[in-house]
């Protein structure tokens, strides 16, 4: 079995930055696609951006591009999501999710195999 755990979550003033980490419990990096996706109380759950993992590829929601960067330390086998320039509306708990293959639909949540418990961030 495979854990994600993120972390790097917190509280922040608009305006300000954030890097969100999710860490794999071994290596899954090959032909994969990694992804961030928040949620709010009361809403449903949407993709923030992805990235595939063979190709470094990237993929962002309209909402976060050019804000936000998603990236990966294989060595690490690490995930990482950097949050500039955050407004009130970022504020979610976000969680992190691994799929086998590409990135293609990569906003179809039922595709993603393991999931994290997720890391809250909140934007003042």
């Known amino acids: 079995d495979v854990q994600l755990v993120e972390s790097g979550g917190g509280s922040v003033q608009a305006g300000g930055s954030l890097r969100l980490s999710c860490a794999a419990s071994r290596y899954m990096y090959d032909n994969g696609c990694m992804a961030w996706f928040r949620q709010v109380p009361g809403k449903q759950r949407e993709g923030v951006a992805a990235?595939?993992?063979?190709?470094?590829?990237?993929y962002y929601a309209d909402s976060v591009e050019g804000r936000f960067t998603i990236s990966q330390d294989n060595a690490k086998n690490t995930v990482y999501l950097q949050m500039n320039s955050l407004k009130p509306e970022d504020t979610a708990m976000y969680y992190c999710?691994?799929?086998?293959?590409?990135?293609?639909?990569?906003?179809?949540?039922?595709?993603?195999?393991?999931w994290g418990q997720g890391t809250q961030v909140t934007v003042s």
């Open positions: 999710a691994f799929k086998g293959g590409v990135c293609m639909a990569w906003r179809s949540q039922p595709e993603y195999n393991y």
């Open positions: 990235i595939r993992t063979d190709l470094v590829s990237t």
